[in-house]
């Protein structure tokens, strides 16, 4: 047999009906995550068709987009954030008690960010189709799952057929050769990632991330690598099962048990590409020659390492309307800029190790004056696990504000936003003009990085702290 | 949905490169529950300024712009989140096709599954359309070509699948539903479940 990809053993492994010339494949989805924002309209659908949903044991429902992160305890309190929000989550339920589906809501405390709740559970494994309608479900792909943001129409066709149509992509190889230097994080890398390829690099492809330094990596790690696959412009990005992810997988509440994890963990351990296996296109990076990165523009491909100065666009219209909305000079580094408010948390960096990273970098320090610092756990269980070891109380010492879970500041669906023309450092995943609010100026960056520029009020190089 | 085969129009201009659905549609117009309505909202901070007022250099607050169904963007248009409310409110404004020389993955199938036409060219004729706002053009989407005044005729990648559901408004859920045999035999088949 001719040596395949581990993205080609996945998805030949899920074709119900091959594709052809004038028809797309019909492929299988093993996990369908599902939440308050992108369902409504296909559960609409459903009812317009009198349509059950066909496996709502593969389907994981629940509620993060617009939901507070302020302690809830009825509507009452949601209805802070809007009527209209509180009207989709109130929706959410119904639609779950009409359909069977058992959510994961309020009060409970396996609740939190799509993405971080389904490897958190175990529902996320080796060698599963994973798809949310959320564009960054390539998070999954961290365990060797082939996992992609679908719309909501998709999110109709997969609750009533568990199936999709789809054409097979291209493949590309992001090889990271090296060791990530000590202090530098896996958001550092994929920043850098981004910053190569550009935001359009891995459209129409599914990247497989490789190499010594990949396998380095825990799986939190993993997860912030393959979440920002979609700002390369790539639906879906995998990084092969090891005993990292075996490890990882171990004893959660929705993995295998007894006789059924021994044959998982061997299926999973030959999920891997092939040698000789070719791929479309691949891209090779040093991780050892890798810094603090930061964004200094208006998508996440305009970024720099933490001390170099901001590239001059020349003529380039779109690039200097995003260095006017940021307000940033080139030539400048961008710790030059003021910062105003500090975002921990989010699909792409809010697990327990982001947590304690911005944690380690506060530890006797203060968030500095006129400075707002809100950190958000991914999920509840995170939250659990942070208390657990005092973080907490590090953070709240330091002057910033503990949340409850959901994805808060990042998307700002649920009132937390930044104010109109202030700069925000977050280690969310987009830095899209009014992202983060209207007029909000947004600069990514990594826990460790986020935390260091509100204790120095500025943005500023983790380095400098130890 | 009913069939699309030709859409003729004069089109609007969005140069900007990476033109993300974030701009297309804010996420604090999503916690609708509806597919309708949208378009009020379709790129609201780049067409109102913070007191609500039009911003008048905006080129859909042009007078130009009435009419127009067809949207010419800078290459990528469409990045960033999985949104469906982005084509939603592409069409409730009045559109009907979006050119660019890039259009990324998920708006693409997003629009497609709404009959939105997604049109890539190359960067000559991209760069041509950008320059001339206000063109006249025509999509053929059985022939999968776009004229230009000029009259040259030039053509665009199209999936044959996706070119017949738009021709023949066909709703991808029934035919996804007539494969439900093959799908339980799938399930039963498989060598592990998941």
Redesign the interface.
Known sequence: MSPTTLFDKVWSEHIVVPETADTPAVLYIDLHIIHEVTTPQAFSVLREHSLPVRRPDLTLPTMDHSTPTTPVSSFKDLAVVSEQAANQIRQMEVNCEEFGLDLIGFGNDQRGIVHVIGPELGATQPGKTIVCGDSHSSTHGAFGALAFGIGTTEVGHVLATQCLLQRKPSTLAINVDGTIPSGISAKDLILAVIGKIGVDGGTGHVIEYRGDAIRQLDMESRMTICNMSIEGGARAGMIAPDDTTVEYLHGRPRSPQGAAWDSAVARWQALRTDEGATFDKSVTLDASSLQPMVTFGTNPGMVVGINEPVPDGGDDASFRKALDYMRVASGKPMTENDVDVVFVGSCTNGRLSDIREAARVLTGQKVADGVRMLVVPGSQQVKKDAEAEGLDQIIIEAGAEWREAGCSMCIGMNGDTVPSGKLSVSTSNRNFEGRQGIGARTVLASPATAAASAVRGRVADPRTFS | MSGITHIRSRTVVL????I?T??II???F??????EGLGKNLFY?LRYD?DGNERPEFPLNKASAAGCDILVA???FG??????HAPWALMDFGFRAVISS?I???FR??SL??GLVPVVVDQDTHQWLLDNPGADVQIDVENTTLSLPDNRVVRFPM???AR?CLVEGID??G???Q??D??AE??ER?A?K?
């Open positions: 140069p900007t490169r990476d993300d974030d701009q804010a996420a604090r999503l916690t609708t529950t509806s597919r901070d913070g800078g290459n990528n990045c960033g989140s999985s949104r469906e890039e990324a993955d998920i199938n997003n599954k709404n999936d044959a699948f017949y991808q859920l035919y996804l539903r494969h439900r093959a799908i799938f399930e498989r592990w998941p």
